[in-house]
C-alpha cells in the first residue's frame, strides 16, 4: 500500500549511542518533514524538507540531523543520544507547499534512551 | 506566527452520546485548519480539513467541524458516538509558513 514507511518501530539506545530512524514514502512527495510527540505536548515539528537536498530545521532541532539525497527518503539522525530523547518519533509528507492537502504520517518509531 | 489551543486533555463521554472537542487557533493570516485523529499505537490519520468556502465541513466516521473565523474556533462535533472512536484528536493549524502547528491533543474516552 502507499503511504509512509518508518523504521524501526520500537528501539532502546544506550546514552551517548546514535542511530538513524528511516522514513521513505512512495507517493512522489516533495515535502517530508519529521515530529516527534511526548506525552501531553502535541507534536513538535524538527526539521523538514522540501525536496531532495533541501533540508530546514522546525521547533526542535537541536540533537538531531537529517539529509535528503533523494525524494522518496528521509532519515533522522540522532547523533549521540540523550534521555531528553525519548519520545514517539513521526514522519510525514505532503504533496505540494503548504499543508492543504493534508500530510500522511507514517506509524511512528518509539525510542527510549536510558 | 500560529499557535493552536486545545483547553480539554480528556473528553469522557457515554456511547451514542454527542461530543464536542474544543479547538482555538490564533493567526495574523488566513489559515487552513485540520482535525487529525490518533488510535492507540498508531500513526496520525486526517479526519477532515477546512481550507475555504462552506464554513461547515464534514470529515470521516462521521465527524464535522465549524470555522468561526470571529472566534477563532474550528470545534469538532460527533452526534453520536461509538467505542471505537476512542482516540487522541489533534487540531492543527498552517498558514503563511506553509507548515502544520498542531495542539496537545484532547483525549476522547467512550464509555460503554
Known amino acids: 500500500n502507499a503511504g509512509v514507511t518508518q523504521t524501526p518501530k520500537f528501539r532502546i539506545l544506550k546514552i551517548g549511542q546514535s542511530m538513524t530512524l528511516q522514513c521513505a514514502q512512495d507517493?512522489?512527495?516533495?515535502?517530508m518533514y519529521w515530529y516527534r510527540q511526548d506525552p501531553g505536548m502535541g507534536l513538535k515539528l524538527i526539521y523538514y524538507?522540501?525536496?531532495?537536498?533541501?533540508?530546514d530545521k522546525g521547533e526542535v532541532p537541536n540533537g538531531y540531523n537529517v539529509s535528503r539525497s533523494t525524494t522518496e527518503d528521509f532519515p533522522l539522525r540522532l547523533e549521540l543520544a540523550a534521555p531528553s530523547q525519548t519520545s514517539v518519533y513521526f514522519c510525514?509528507?505532503?504533496?505540494?507547499?503548504?499543508?492543504?492537502?493534508?500530510?500522511?504520517f507514517g506509524s511512528g518509531t518509539r525510542l527510549t534512551v536510558v | 506566527a500560529q499557535s493552536v489551543t486545545q483547553l480539554d486533555s480528556q473528553v469522557p463521554v457515554f456511547e451514542e452520546a454527542p461530543v464536542e472537542l474544543r479547538c482555538n487557533y490564533s493567526?495574523?493570516?488566513?489559515?487552513?485548519l485540520f482535525w487529525y485523529v490518533q488510535y492507540p499505537n498508531q500513526g496520525l490519520q486526517l479526519l477532515l480539513k477546512?481550507?475555504?468556502?462552506?464554513?461547515l465541513v464534514k470529515g470521516i466516521n462521521g465527524f464535522e467541524a465549524e470555522f468561526n473565523k470571529s472566534q477563532t474556533s474550528f470545534h469538532l462535533r460527533k452526534p453520536s458516538v461509538h467505542i471505537s472512536d476512542t482516540a487522541e484528536y489533534f487540531c492543527?493549524?498552517?498558514?503563511?509558513?506553509?507548515?502544520?502547528?498542531f495542539g496537545t491533543g484532547t483525549l476522547l474516552a467512550v464509555q460503554p
Open positions: 493567526s495574523s493570516v488566513s489559515v487552513y
Open positions: 492543527a493549524v498552517s498558514g503563511a509558513t506553509n507548515k502544520l502547528i
Open positions: 510525514a509528507s505532503s504533496y505540494s507547499r503548504g499543508s492543504n492537502y493534508g500530510y500522511t
Open positions: 507517493m512522489n512527495h516533495n515535502y
Open positions: 477546512y481550507l475555504s468556502g462552506s464554513t
Open positions: 524538507s522540501v525536496g531532495a537536498g533541501i533540508t
